[in-house]
């Protein structure tokens, strides 16, 4: 059972997890409204929260899908002042909440955190919360790897329905800190900071106090005065600017800041609300991408985050860690999280471990104006959540031209992928942003493309031509081209993004290309592409797919149970010769 704290990027101590047995009821025909299951439930079984009722973690493991399920559960509440917040930091599709029979809020998205404010209708002692969940097979819904057929097809997978990541209550001061959006400025030895306070009445005022600290020691600090929702400020961390004097967030030393921000006035609550601070700084210049002034080069791997008896959800507080230390074991010092956006513990750990991450947003499968707005909307509500994690380094939220599918002539499909790579840029114009990740892309600040051609001389011959592929004068990977027509290359990096998925023989599964017999193959074909790649001047960087199987895709270096097929070290020995 998942019992960590859910948001370790910003913590508050009194916090109750609501996460295990829950009632549960299917409503297929759609009844539970009309029928007011929120005052009425339903004869029902028992779920665990907070698995899906597709696997076999939730007590149910029933994987045929339903449009409709209803969630309850009693929840004991001691008297308490201030707010009752209640958090879910996933629900797929869209959720409607009551609390003792009386709706208190909505979401629609099933990649984003959403909090529900159930102050107006919590009561001391016995409290009944009742979830309806309603999904669909509708390709205009972000999906993800999430099927929408009977049966898995292709690369895609068991659908994730209901609620599939924590839910817990929090109780805040009746005037608190909702978030702080944090900027590190590596050049100028500061961190800016943009805090946001609800509650304030009008003409009422508080101070805000923050403090930085690193290895427990007192770095800097600041008060200011807060008189409105928003309150921007700035605090440096030196006097004399010398970069040598602060402490770089980076994956050879991941050094974080602890934030403390404390919130208080007159007739106030004081509330109080840790954080972290990676200083890093990321940007493209020319065809390198840089991290702290330097150039990187990025040796990624492809992560989908699913497990065999928990899907998305990882099995226990273990798993993720589990997961980032095999990842580093083989050589590899990022990973691109793959059409999922994962838990806020999973992105704390890499900032902890110094892990690098691309932050890729699930993908639609149709071009329409509910497709559009649906995945804006979500696409927003995701960066704002991991914008305060140092180690989300690109933002990826197109990929394989899905969703888009004709984005390589279509007009109003390339002027959709650009308004997403503007509005993104707009919220976070420090972080590169790839549209669209794999091919065919219109504007974009890394060039991106996938390719899984086993043979290293093939890809070397290939890529001799590197310019000319990135010209659109040959398709690069079949009938795929580089750039979508009207766009030009205009000197971006250059990283292949995917390539590898080498399976071992198997009927059940499929990987790319020819299954191998034994691990030596699998060696000798991983060495020779991954050098093919290394070697090449231009290319700054590489993605292997991938960590782990996936139901019918096998060609993970590790089974869905985390079983290892090859040995780690050999495949850090490869992947470390371009550093």
């Known amino acids: 059972m998942l019992k960590a704290y859910p948001r370790p990027n910003f913590t508050r101590e009194n916090w109750t997890n609501l996460n295990g047995a829950w009632r549960f009821a299917f409503d297929d025909k759609d009844q ?75 979401h629609q998205g099933g990649y984003a955190a959403f909090t529900v404010d159930i102050t107006p209708f919590a009561l001391p002692g016995q409290n009944t919360l009742t979830v309806r969940v309603s999904d669909s097979d509708s390709c205009a819904q972000p999906r993800g790897k999430q ?63 923050c403090a930085l600290r690193f290895d427990g020691k007192p770095v800097a600090s600041q008060t200011v005065a807060v008189s409105g929702e928003f309150t921007s400020f700035t605090l440096f961390l030196t006097g004399s600017h010398d970069p040598w004097t602060i402490r770089l967030w980076h994956p050879d030393h991941p050094d974080l800041y602890e934030a403390r921000f404390t919130l208080q006035g007159e007739g106030l609550e004081e509330d109080s609300v840790t954080s972290f601070v990676g200083l890093r700084k990321i940007e493209i210049q020319g065809n390198q991408i840089l991290l ?62 110094g892990v690098l991450v691309w932050s890729e947003m699930a993908a639609t499968y149709a071009f329409n104006d509910q497709a559009m707005n649906t995945f804006t909307k979500e ?18 939220p197109f990929n394989e031209s899905w969703g888009v599918g004709d984005v390589l002539t279509n007009a109003e499909q390339q002027r959709f992928t650009q308004a997403i790579y503007f509005l993104t840029k707009a919220f976070d114009p420090m972080r590169p942003v790839i549209v669209n990740d794999g091919w065919e892309h219109t504007v974009s600040d890394i060039l991106t493309l996938h390719d899984y051609e086993e ?26 081209y580089a750039m979508a027509h009207g766009f030009e290359y205009r000197g971006q990096p250059v990283i292949i993004s995917e390539y590898g ?73 490869i992947n470390r010769r371009r550093r």
């Open 32 to 106: 539970g409204l009309k029928n007011q299951w929120e005052k009425d439930f339903p004869e029902s079984r028992d779920i665990q929260v907070p698995y899906t009722y597709e696997t076999k973690m939730s007590g149910i493991g029933e994987e045929a899908f339903h449009p409709v399920v209803w969630y309850q559960r009693v929840v004991d509440l001691a008297p308490f002042e201030g707010k009752m917040l209640l958090h879910f930091e996933g629900v797929d599709h869209e959720a409607r909440v009551y609390v003792n029979g009386r709706y208190a809020g909505s």
């Open 455 to 480: 043979s290293g001389k093939a890809f070397a011959k290939r890529y001799a031509d590197l310019p000319g592929l990135l010209a659109n004068q040959a398709p690069y990977n079949l009938h795929r």
């Open 147 to 209: 099927r929408w057929r009977k049966e898995n097809f292709g690369c895609w997978y068991v659908q994730t329905t209901g609620i599939w990541r924590t839910v817990w209550l929090e109780n805040v001061p009746k005037v608190y800190l909702e978030d702080v959006k944090i900027t590190p400025d590596i050049d100028t030895a500061s961190v800016h900071f943009v805090a946001r306070v609800t509650g304030l009445e009008p003409g009422q005022t508080a101070s805000l106090d």
């Open 501 to 573: 998925g080498i399976a071992f023989k198997d009927e059940h599964g499929w990987g790319y290309g020819n299954q191998v017999a034994d691990e030596e193959a699998f060696i000798k074909r991983f060495d020779e592409i991954t050098a093919a790649i290394q070697n090449h001047p231009d290319i700054v960087g590489f993605c292997y797919t991938q960590v782990s199987d996936v139901q019918q895709e096998i060609n993970g270096l590790v089974t869905e149970d985390r079983r290892p097929k090859v040995d780690f070290d050999r495949l850090s020995e």
């Open 292 to 353: 702290n002034n330097r150039p990187i080069y990025q040796r990624l791997i492809l992560d989908q985050g699913y497990w065999q008896d928990s899907h998305l959800t990882p099995p226990d507080d273990e798993a993720f860690e589990k997961d980032l230390d095999l990842i580093l074991k083989a050589g590899y010092n990022g990973l691109r999280k793959h059409q999922k956006t994962e838990d806020r513990r999973f992105l704390h750990l890499c900032d902890k471990k």
């Open 379 to 396: 696409w927003m509500e995701v960066v704002r959540q991991n914008y305060n994690h140092p180690s989300v380094i690109t933002w990826t």
